[in-house]
């Protein structure tokens, strides 16, 4: 093993988890001086509201492909890896638009009494992150599970920076907090079409 190799990607990690801290705490000053109370507590309600809706659309597949996916390796399945990818990618995915059907079919209320939001779009924002949300956790999986952990580090750091540039830059053109919920609602389509571009380069082939 080659132990210098191991503690030089942990620092490298390291050093990209605290950039990525940091950018996550100056998203949320730059949410916190540009919008309301209001909207601030509207937009981390909903935040935490639509986590939790993601830990159903996991359901526990996620860390059960990196495990798997370190006891392939270990065997040199690569045909069993990626079978195990795809099955799980289309199960959160129905996971995923069956949860998002139930959430459209009870908006209007949640949205009203537990949110207290006359605005449904900002809602069906973060349908969408729910929806497009396994490709985040096909990406994830495959980083960790081929242990491209400063890879996974990049793509944190990635995703806080591309939601603090889109809310920053749609704010311009319209000063709402819809801008930060777009922002997060694009890191999904993001993280898959970056993959998609570099997986040849790091990744075995998706054939």
Not at 6 to 33: E, G
Not at 68 to 79: M, P, S
Request: glycine share 2%; hydrophobic share 55%.
């Amino acid at each position: 093993m080659d132990h210098s190799k191991t503690i030089r990607n942990i620092a490298v990690v390291l050093v990209i988890s605290a950039i990525t801290a940091v950018l996550a705490y100056i998203l949320r000053i730059y949410v916190a001086r540009t919008y309301s109370v209001e909207e601030y507590g509207l937009l981390y309600a909903m935040l935490a509201f639509f986590s939790f809706m993601l830990i159903i659309v996991d359901v526990g597949l996620y860390q059960s492909m990196i495990k798997k996916v370190a006891e392939y390796r270990a065997k040199n399945d690569e045909q069993s890896i990626k079978n195990l990818f795809y099955t799980a990618f289309v199960l959160q995915t129905i996971c995923a638009i069956s949860l998002s059907i139930i959430l459209l079919i009870f908006s209007k209320y949640i949205n009203t009494n537990l949110f207290h939001n006359p605005n449904s779009l900002l809602f069906y924002i973060l349908i969408f992150w729910v929806l497009t949300y396994p490709l985040t956790y096909f990406v994830i999986a495959y980083l960790l599970g081929y242990e491209k952990t400063t890879w996974w580090a990049i793509s944190e750091l990635i995703k806080i920076l591309f939601i603090l540039t889109v809310s920053i830059t749609l704010y311009t053109l319209n000063p709402g907090i819809i801008s930060v919920f777009i922002g997060y609602a694009l890191t999904n389509l993001l993280f898959i079409t970056i993959f998609f571009i570099i997986k040849s380069e790091f990744f075995i082939p998706l054939k």
